[in-house]
């Protein structure tokens, strides 16, 4: 040991003899108390924000200083559609089942009801903006169209068929009630599908009658918007009928018929049906240019879109794809791609991968789903599951890279790369129209900051070492002369002997 460390060494020992026990109470206690609060802070600051206080500052410097981590300006319509968060509003499923037809028929082989009242409500809430006409009538009396107008408020499935069958005995050919009876009464798609068909074809007669009206007197525009919505409402669900029976081209054509209808396109997501109808023909490419004609308009993308965009990636790898030979070699470009769509996707709607994966049971849909929610995913992966066993590969490449994208964005709730933050509650939002029966799917759970756990760990070892100097302080004495002695050791070593001659 050398001169200069011997007299440090002294000076130490001599400091250590004159302090009290106080003094490492105080010591020990005060530091603790720091440490307390600093953990405190960063609780509170990462319960509200959802992101630690040292992300914060990074965050805070990265936009002050983008130089300094080398990072890009962002577009600026990007960024400013991102900083707000959309408001959740319920979505009608375009491809919603028939109650009777499918819904019912669950109920009756698994007696659990696949519909929950407030989904049921939101339903009767679209049909009465839709259909619900209160002007003046053709007819005294009366008429079917004032007896049909009640079976939106009705919430028991064998009152409404009774309503639609006492309006059809009015007028035998009452599109509305042709339309109730079709989605309430039928047990097969044929009989949804000649119903309809009825039922759209006394639509289009009454939609002339009421545009020769509405031509000559504007009191009766409200029944010919009445009357065209009828009409495009018709072909929506004869659409899906064709899809369910398979006459794909069928219903591909009448899909794209109604992306040219302004009312077909306000009462459903005709090009969501669409794609989903492409891609059970396999037409990829047209599947391809549809996806670019809404990339170009839409900034904020359903999951539809986003993994049907994932899906066109996975497919250009074929069946090549091996976890083990990217992980020898690294990815190339086109992995480079299919991965990133895949994180893309995966952020827009965390809960799809499980239900494709199968690692989680599904359930029939409901008929209003929320964005980004569990509700959503079970609407997307019920049709779109059997197109990704169609491509080989596909459900391999996202069962090895799926939870890689929640690596790359360590708290989405505070904020995301493509899309605005994930809402907060969703979970409690998307159990009014999920089933209880149903286990739902919740977002996965923040990692804890390690800012957290280290003030924590040193508020902990704090408040032990005022503990200890408080009732043993000789002991503190020893411990702390020993712990003064090492670090000098290893100050000798690693630090040369003339730095000593400072002090």
């Not at 079970?378 to 890279?401: C, D, E, N, R």
């Amino acid at each position: 040991m050398s001169r200069t460390q011997c007299e440090a060494m002294e000076t130490l020992d001599s400091f250590f003899n004159n302090t009290t026990s106080q003094f490492y109470v105080v010591l020990t206690g005060t530091s603790s108390f720091l440490s307390g609060v600093l953990m405190f802070l960063e609780w509170l600051h990462f319960t509200y924000f959802g992101m630690s206080i040292v992300d914060r500052i990074s965050a805070f410097i990265v936009q002050i200083f983008p130089f300094i981590l080398n990072r890009r300006n962002k577009d600026t319509k990007n960024a400013k559609a991102l900083k707000k968060v959309p408001d959740v509003k319920a979505v009608r499923n375009s491809m919603m089942l028939f109650r009777g037809a499918e819904y019912n028929r669950y109920f009756l082989e698994t007696n659990r009801e696949p519909l929950v009242e407030y989904d049921v409500t939101l339903t009767s809430m679209d049909f009465r903006s839709f259909f619900t006409y209160d002007g003046p009538s053709l007819e005294s009396g009366a008429t079917d169209q004032q007896i049909i107008n009640g079976v939106w408020r009705e919430p028991d499935r064998m009152k409404r068929i009774e309503i639609a069958h006492k309006a059809l005995s009015i007028n035998p050919s009452c599109p509305l009630a042709l339309i109730v009876l079709a989605e309430e009464e039928t047990s097969s798609i044929l009989e949804v599908e000649e119903r309809l068909k009825i039922a759209l074809k006394s639509a289009e007669g009454a939609s002339k009658g009421s545009h020769i009206l509405s031509q000559q007197d504007p009191m009766y525009k409200p029944l010919h918007e009445r009357n065209q919505y009828v009409c495009s409402y018709c072909r929506i669900r004869s659409a899906v009928c064709a899809r369910k029976l398979g006459k794909l081209k069928e219903s591909s054509k009448m899909f794209r018929d109604l992306l040219r209808d302004d009312r077909a396109l306000a009462m459903a997501n005709i090009n969501e049906s669409l794609i989903e109808c492409l891609l059970e023909m396999q037409c990829y490419s047209d599947v391809q240019q549809l996806l670019q004609k809404q990339e170009e308009v839409t900034l904020y993308k359903s999951t539809v879109m986003c993994y049907t965009l994932a899906l066109m990636k996975a497919r250009a790898l074929t069946e090549k794809f091996s976890p083990d030979a990217v992980a020898r070699r690294g990815p190339n470009a086109a992995e480079m791609i299919a991965v990133d769509a895949i994180h893309c996707a995966v952020e827009m709607n965390p809960h799809v991968p499980k239900y494709l994966l199968e690692l989680k049971s599904l359930i029939l849909p409901p008929e209003h789903y929320f964005k980004r929610g569990d509700s959503e995913a079970i609407t997307y992966v019920f049709h779109h599951l059997h197109h990704w066993k169609q491509v080989g590969g596909a459900l391999q490449l996202l069962s090895s890279t799926w939870e890689g994208a929640f690596r790359r964005i360590p708290f989405p709730l505070e904020r995301g790369h493509h899309f605005p933050p994930y809402p907060a509650n969703m979970e409690a939002i998307d159990q009014q129209v999920l089933p209880p029966h149903h286990e739902l799917s919740v977002f996965p759970q923040r990692e804890t900051p390690f800012f957290m756990v280290f003030t924590g760990v040193l508020c902990f070892s704090f408040m032990t070492l005022t503990v200890i100097a408080y009732h043993f302080p000789k002991a503190m004495t020893q411990y702390a002369k020993a712990v003064t002695t090492l670090f000098l050791v290893v100050l000798e070593k690693l630090i040369p002997t003339d730095f000593f001659g400072i002090f």
